[in-house]
Nanobody, 123 residues
Framework: VQLQASGGGLVQAGGSLRLSCAAS????????MGWFRQAPGKEREFVAA????????LYADSVKGRFTISRDNAENTVYLRMNSLKAEDTAVYYC?????????????????WGQGTQVTVSS
């Protein structure tokens, strides 16, 4: 079972990036998928989550209105579109999968984790 995150990079403040998380080794189409991030010296924090149908999403207040989570179950992939990026968005971004029903911001509810992709926003 593997979650492979990609799409990170260096971008100027105000710019955009789209992260992707490809799942393999298991079908995640019935799982809630989430994105978390961890900045240097800080704890991992919740960013966004989406239910298996895509019908319900949840966002951290810090990214609401700027980030959009989506998924393509046929491709076993979840995306995070990040617009209007700020320096404080700089972190390693992780995707995760949860077999629990519904969106959840608690990292303890997620069973599978990807390796992370670095996002650096220069001011």
């Amino acid at each position: 079972v593997q979650l492979q995150a990609s799409g990170g990079g260096l971008v100027q403040a105000g710019g955009s990036l789209r992260l992707s998380c490809a799942a393999s080794g298991r079908t995640f189409s019935r799982d809630t998928m989430g994105w978390f991030r961890q900045a240097p010296g800080k704890e991992r924090e919740f960013v966004a989550a989406i239910t298996w149908s895509g019908g319900t999403t949840l966002y951290a207040d810090s990214v609401k209105g700027r980030f959009t989570i989506s998924r393509d179950n046929a491709e076993n992939t979840v995306y995070l579109r990040m617009n209007s990026l700020k320096a404080e968005d700089t972190a390693v971004y992780y995707c995760a999968a949860s077999s629990y029903y519904g969106t959840d911001s608690r990292s303890s509810q997620y069973d599978y984790w990807g390796q992370g992709t670095q996002v650096t926003v220069s001011s």
